[in-house]
């Protein structure tokens, strides 16, 4: 397992169309979070799973946000219709169950560039 | 106010300095991360803290339930440290961010 696993890495949409990213976690880790982080802004917390369930959707999911993890391992983040205001850095982490994990609680992925045109 | 705080905002310092950067934060916590973010690189994590001390190579973190604060220090600093350091608390399922120290160790 060589960590959490984004694909893919740089993505450019003509707004209105939909995107779609995925992140493979560390397969041990019951717990996927999803991040958007802007640029010099720090990650701003989307959603996360815990196992298949959907467990929190922040605020800053509007309705055109959506994202699924089936059988509980791999996630997709999906946005519809996309806007200029869409451009970030998405990010994805894995994590086991809080106090546990070792030295590394959360192990994040590289990361999709979308940028919206 | 900011839940979770950082100084300095930036930090410029000589290679073989000694470097702390210091977090506190105002809410319950499960556990302090402190993280490193290269330039247009991800995220790696290099700390999970809830409480006392960890050592990893030339980097130390401490932290002070207490007190509700936390440092991350390098020792023999060296300009591949440069990146921008984030203290995130975690609370059940998210975490908190920190606004980041940007490190610039010159050689």
């Known amino acids: 397992d060589t960590g959490v696993s984004q694909n893919p890495r740089h993505k450019i949409t003509k707004r209105g169309q939909n995107v779609t990213f995925r992140c493979d976690p560390i397969?041990?880790?019951?717990?996927l979070y999803w991040y958007r982080q802007t640029l010099g802004q720090g990650p701003e917390f989307l959603t996360y799973?815990?196992?298949?369930?959907?467990?929190?959707k922040s605020r800053l999911l509007s309705d055109r946000f959506s994202a699924e993890r089936p059988k509980g391992s791999f996630s997709t983040l999906e946005i519809q219709r996309t806007e200029q205001g869409d451009s970030a850095m998405y990010l994805c982490?894995?994590?086991?169950?809080?106090?546990?994990?070792?030295?590394?609680?959360?192990?994040f992925g590289s990361g999709t560039r979308l940028t919206v045109v | 106010k900011n839940e979770v705080e950082q100084s300095p905002q930036n930090l410029t310092a000589q290679e073989g300095e000694f470097i702390t950067i210091n977090c506190s934060y105002s809410?319950?916590?499960?556990?302090l991360h402190w993280l490193q973010q290269h330039p247009g690189g991800g995220i790696v994590s290099l700390f999970m803290?809830?409480?006392?001390?960890k050592k990893h190579g030339r980097l130390i973190a401490t932290i002070n339930i207490q007190e509700k604060h936390s440092s991350l220090h390098i020792t023999a600093s060296h300009p591949r440290d440069s990146a921008v350091y984030i203290c995130?608390?975690?609370?059940?399922?998210?975490?908190?961010w920190g606004a980041g120290t940007k490190l610039i160790i010159k050689p």
């Open positions: 809410v319950g916590i499960s556990a």
């Open positions: 803290l809830s409480s006392g001390k």
């Open positions: 397969s041990e880790h019951n717990r």
């Open positions: 982490a894995s994590s086991s169950t809080p106090g546990t994990g070792g030295f590394y609680g959360y192990t």
């Open positions: 995130a608390v975690g609370s059940n399922y998210q975490l908190i």
């Open positions: 799973f815990q196992n298949e369930a959907q467990l929190e």
